[in-house]
Each structure stands twice: as C-alpha cells, then as structure tokens.
C-alpha cells in the first residue's frame, strides 16, 4: 500500500507522514497552491496529477479548498483520498457529495 500526504504548507502532515511511514510506503509531496481565495480555473500539472494517481491513499493538507477539490475531481480512482484540512463547513458539504 502507497501514501501519498500532499501539503501546501511545510508545516502540515510531518507527524502523519512520521507515523504513516512506520507500516506503509509513504511520500510527503510539496505543492504550490494560489494565493486567492477564489480561483475561476485551477490547472494542476499534469505530471503531479501522474504522480499522485500511483498511490492507493492520499492525505491532503491543502488550505486552499479550489485546490482540494481539484485533487479530488482528477484522483477520484484512486482507493481512497482523506482530506486533512479545511475551511468551514460549506466546503465539508460540497466534499461529501
């Protein structure tokens, strides 16, 4: 089994990757999110998106929510994705769906 813990931050995800790497394959991957709050086309490279499709469980650590959500549209096969953070509860809502 791979994990993948995708952050946007340094300073999220270090003890669930320390503890996740204890039993499993894992990979802590650093991504550049947008600044702004609102985004009207996000477009994640393709070679992140490659990349990240080789694991069988993602953890994201990502603030901004556009950015989440993209991760979640363009990864949805793979086994499971756990998201770590987010604002508010209208994004927990639309992530449920």
Same mark, same amino acid.
């Given at each position: 089994?791979?994990?993948?813990?995708?952050?946007?931050?340094?300073?999220?995800?270090?003890k669930?990757?320390?503890?996740?790497? !204890?039993?499993? +394959?894992?990979?802590?991957?650093?991504?550049?999110?947008?600044?702004?709050?609102?985004?009207?086309k996000?477009?994640l490279?393709?070679?992140i998106?490659?990349?990240?499709?080789?694991?069988?469980?993602?953890?994201?650590?990502?603030? !901004?929510?556009?950015?989440?959500?993209?991760?979640?549209?363009?990864?949805? +096969?793979?086994?499971w994705?756990i998201?770590?953070?987010?604002?508010?509860?209208?994004? +927990?809502?639309?992530?449920?769906?």
């Amino acid at each position: 089994m791979k994990v993948a813990i995708v952050r946007d931050e340094s300073s999220f995800g270090e003890k669930s990757y320390e503890t996740i790497k !204890q039993g499993f +394959k894992t990979e802590l991957i650093d991504i550049e999110s947008p600044s702004e709050i609102f985004i009207d086309k996000l477009i994640l490279d393709k070679k992140i998106i490659t990349h990240l499709s080789r694991f069988d469980i993602i953890v994201t650590y990502i603030k !901004q929510a556009d950015m989440t959500l993209e991760i979640v549209e363009k990864l949805h +096969k793979v086994s499971w994705i756990i998201i770590g953070i987010w604002r508010g509860k209208g994004f +927990k809502t639309v992530i449920k769906i």
